[in-house]
Structures are given as structure tokens and as C-alpha cells.
């Protein structure tokens, strides 16, 4: 194989990419370069680590074969105009960024089901009643998406006790967790749990899934936590179930806009805990090594452990 040193060509528009990961990739055994735009060959570069890259940026570089999103989310990136058809796509994998997003989520279902999140009030009022002693057992927890994330997230709840349910393409048993498919499942899940997460990809198929007729499905005393994209979930719509009584309550960290505008009613209403697209982040490390895997399987013919089906949407 060659070891020449290869170049990684950093693009994004928002994001000093070398700044914030190039000293990883120096410490990575494939002999790997992150470089910015003007560093790098126009011609002879071949793989690049994006971050909502423009098409003029692209277009920097034909002669990509390769492109490493950031992020796990590649919604930006599937249908993006400067990415050629036969230009692989690679979404982030890193363990560390999944296991911070099944602590993220562990801290809502926690939070909920003990009504941790009253006892700031009631230490304000000096009041020493608990609020709720509930098994784990009987609490259930949905996962709508069972991806990596989704999976990470359901195997630490169901480590913790909870009883923990899952919905995706595919249905299976994994890691003693009963993932469902169909319209069915969909809507029973959404009728079952205490707490709902969810952490689906966005495509045509779950853009706007959770609208007015979602919420009514749901309980009484539910928790939303949101974790998937922004343009999945009808704000409208949620604030008026919200108003409405079910679910009870709606933990959102992404939005329809980004940052979330100031005069938003979601940052004031009083069941909704708004965090700003803060569930995890790839590590430096994580990056640069999930970067080096991608590239040393695809010089092997191989496919990336984060490969991208377009036709699919992630």
C-alpha cells in the first residue's frame, strides 16, 4: 500500500476544520495531511472532510473520490449539487460521540421518571417531599431510530433497567431490544412510551413526521426528546399539544431554525427544555481515526464503516 503522505482537504464555510481536528491527524499511523483549500492540489486531491461545504468550494477539487462528513447527520450532503455521483460519502462514526449522545438521552429519561427536574423549585420552597420512587421497570422507553446512535442509546437504558422498544426500517432484536417497522409499530410506540426519543435520519419519509396527529398519539404524561433533525418535528404543532396536555413535556435540541431565534416561543414555554444542537460532538481523536479507517477501506476496495447509501439518505 502506498504511505506517502495523502492529503485530507478541509471545507466548510462556518468552521476552521485544521484548526480544530489537524493535530489529530498527525498522530494517526496512515500517513494523512488535514489541509486547508489553498494547501491543497486542486487535481491530485482525493478525500476531504466536510462541513456544510459550499458547491463553489467543491468544485475546488474534481477530482475527489472521497468526502468525510463532520457530523452524523449527512441530510446536507446526500442531494448536495457539488458532490458528483460517484464521489463516496462518509458520515462520522465515532463510539465516543455515540456514547455521549446515550448519556445526553440518559439524563431526560432519568430526569423525567424521577422528577429530577422539580427539585430546583422545591429546593427554592425547602420542600424535602420526593417526587417519584418508580422502577425502572415501569417506565418504557421508545427509540424511534436504531442506528448507531439509536442503538448506543438503547443499550444504556436497557442496562439500566428501563424497558426499552425501538423502531426502524428493519425489524430485529438487538442487544435484547425489540426494534419494530411499520406504521403499526410507529404508532404504538408513540401510545406506549413514557419517554419518546428520537434520533431518525431526515429524508422525504421523516420530514414533518412529527406533526398534530403524532402528539395527539401520544401520552399524557410523555416525554419528547428530540434528537434528529429540526425539519422533522412541526413546531406549530408541538407547542399546541404541548398546550393541549400531551405529551407532557419536550426536550428539543434541534430546531427548524439555527440557532433558535431569540424571540422564539420555544425558549419560554414551561415544558420545553431547549439546548442549542449540544447532544455530542465527534472528538478530535474520534474524528482523525474515523477519517484514516474510511481511507484505509476504500484503498482496499472496500466500504467505509460509515458509507452513506444516497439512494436511502444516510
Known amino acids: 500500500m502506498d504511505v506517502s503522505m495523502r492529503d485530507v482537504v ?28 489553498d494547501n491543497a492540489d486542486p487535481q491530485t486531491t482525493r478525500y476531504a472532510l466536510v462541513h456544510a461545504p459550499s458547491t463553489e468550494a467543491l468544485a475546488r477539487f474534481p477530482n475527489l473520490e472521497l468526502v468525510c462528513s463532520w457530523g452524523a447527520g449527512v441530510d446536507k450532503l446526500v442531494g448536495h449539487r457539488g458532490l458528483r455521483p460517484e464521489v463516496v460519502l462518509n458520515r462520522m462514526v465515532d463510539p465516543g460521540q455515540a456514547h455521549m449522545m446515550a448519556a445526553f438521552a440518559a439524563h431526560y429519561v432519568t430526569g423525567w421518571h424521577r422528577g429530577l427536574f422539580q427539585y ?10 420526593i417526587v417519584n420512587w418508580t422502577p425502572n421497570s415501569e417506565v418504557p422507553v421508545g427509540l424511534l431510530g436504531f442506528g448507531r ?24 432484536v438487538e442487544d435484547g431490544i425489540d426494534v419494530r417497522t411499520g406504521a403499526d409499530a410507529f404508532d404504538a410506540l408513540l401510545g406506549e412510551s413514557v419517554v419518546l426519543i428520537n434520533t431518525l435520519p431526515l429524508t422525504p419519509a421523516t420530514e414533518g413526521l412529527f406533526d398534530a396527529g403524532a402528539f395527539r398519539a401520544m401520552r399524557s404524561d410523555a416525554l419528547f426528546v428530540q434528537l434528529g433533525r429540526g425539519r422533522q418535528v412541526v413546531e406549530a404543532d408541538l407547542i399546541a399539544a404541548l398546550d393541549d396536555g400531551r ?31 449540544a447532544a455530542s460532538s ?26 452513506v447509501d444516497r439512494t436511502r439518505g444516510y
Open 10 to 37: 478541509a471545507l466548510s464555510d462556518a468552521y476552521d476544520l485544521v484548526a480544530e481536528f489537524g493535530a489529530a491527524f498527525e498522530l494517526v499511523p496512515e500517513a494523512l495531511r488535514l489541509v486547508r483549500p
Open 149 to 172: 446512535m439509536g442503538a448506543a442509546i438503547g443499550r444504556g437504558l436497557h442496562a439500566l433497567g428501563y424497558p426499552v422498544s425501538g423502531w426502524a426500517s428493519l425489524a430485529r
Open 247 to 277: 405529551p407532557g413535556g419536550a426536550a428539543l435540541d434541534t430546531f427548524q431554525t439555527e440557532p433558535l431565534p431569540k424571540d422564539d416561543l420555544l425558549w419560554r414555554h414551561p415544558k420545553v427544555m431547549v439546548t442549542p444542537h
Open 282 to 307: 465527534p472528538s478530535p481523536a474520534g474524528v482523525a481515526r474515523v477519517v484514516s479507517q474510511a481511507i484505509s477501506a476504500y484503498e482496499a476496495g472496500e466500504r467505509p464503516p460509515g458509507y
Open 120 to 129: 430546583p423549585a422545591q429546593q427554592a420552597e425547602r420542600n424535602w417531599d
